[in-house]
């Protein structure tokens, strides 16, 4: 299925937000919240999300949940924004089964993470890559290079040889290599997508179609004006949106929280979800983080007292 919003500069849309993945206060899946949230989102500027990706706690959800999260999403919101499906696995057969499951469900597109701990070889990322990306039949590719949790980092001369697949034709970049990315992009014809929302202005400035972002959970619209404001080179206008989202970006993204537990706070705050729960090996903001987090989204004008 082809994104609604999809460009040949920006294949899934400006904007995406990380989803992350409602449970129960018992740790089950929460499909009616995942529609809720997925709602909201588009509703306040994403015109994309991932669903199960890193922030949506993806090594603690199984296949069959995957498949039953990705449907609700394209249910909810399908229509009007790009839903891409995370199918990461360090197992390349199982990435090919959850890349098979997504496009029969009917994804807009694959975001597709190195494969991490087993630390393969570049020949083994190309293999990697190129089997889910024809396990998918087509539907467009997202490579995700994150070498701080994969250990690997996606060579130039893996990029240049697998951006020769059809299917493959974006990355999202949690590098931090300005000058790295912006040779990809020039070498490649990839698109690129910031990974890092403490660097979403750089990437920007830099060329990038647009952001896969944690911090969208709250700030959607604020990186929509954002991405306006570079395209129309108001650079002055694009630091100040930056600057107000520092601290927001801090908070969200801290070390503790690794952006899916502070952004279910978020959303809880927000009253967009009931409950915060994650999945262990994660645990939930406690009521002394949510309250400094509801500080600095309060003086951001991101939560009304």
């Known amino acids: 299925m082809t994104s609604p919003l999809a460009t040949p500069s920006a294949p899934f849309g400006r904007v995406l937000t990380a989803m992350v993945t409602p449970f129960t206060p018992d740790g089950a ?43 609700a999403v394209l249910e ?27 496009a029969a469900e009917g994804a807009h597109g694959m975001l597709l993470v190195s494969p991490y701990y087993n630390k393969p070889p570049q020949a083994g990322l190309v293999r990697h890559f190129t089997t889910v990306a024809d396990a998918g039949g087509g539907v467009p590719v ?15 001369e893996t990029y240049a040889e697998v951006a020769r697949h059809e299917a493959i034709v974006a990355v999202k970049d ?4 300005l000058a790295g990315g912006a040779a990809v992009m020039r ?11 403490a660097l979403n202005l750089a990437w920007l400035v830099t060329g990038a179609a647009g952001v896969v972002s944690v911090v969208s959970h709250v700030a959607a619209a604020q990186y929509a004006s954002m991405v306006r404001a570079v395209d129309d080179g108001r650079l002055k206008d694009a630091r100040a949106i930056n600057e107000e989202l520092l601290d927001v970006v801090a908070a969200i993204m801290s070390p503790t929280s690794q952006g899916a537990i502070m952004s279910k706070a978020a959303m809880q ?20 983080q949510v309250a400094e987090l509801a500080r600095v989204l309060r003086d951001a004008s991101l939560l009304k007292d």
Do not use: C, F
């Open 29 to 71: 899946l929460d499909l009616d919240a995942a529609a809720k949230l997925a709602a909201h989102l588009v509703d306040e500027g994403s015109d994309g999300l991932v669903v199960s990706g890193t922030t949506g706690e993806s090594p603690t959800t199984n296949p069959e949940e995957d498949g039953r999260l990705l449907a």
């Open 187 to 197: 070498d490649t014809g990839l698109a690129l997508y910031s990974g890092d929302d």
């Open 174 to 177: 949690a590098v931090g290599d």
């Open 269 to 288: 705050l927000l009253g967009v979800i009931d409950n915060r729960t994650t999945r262990s090996p994660y645990v939930d903001a406690t009521d002394e």
């Open 142 to 156: 997202m490579l995700y290079d994150i070498p701080g949790r994969a250990i690997v980092r996606i060579s130039p």
């Open 76 to 102: 909810a919101v399908g229509d009007r924004a790009s839903v891409v499906a995370g199918v990461g696995n360090n197992d390349t057969q199982a990435s090919a089964r959850l890349a098979r499951q997504a």
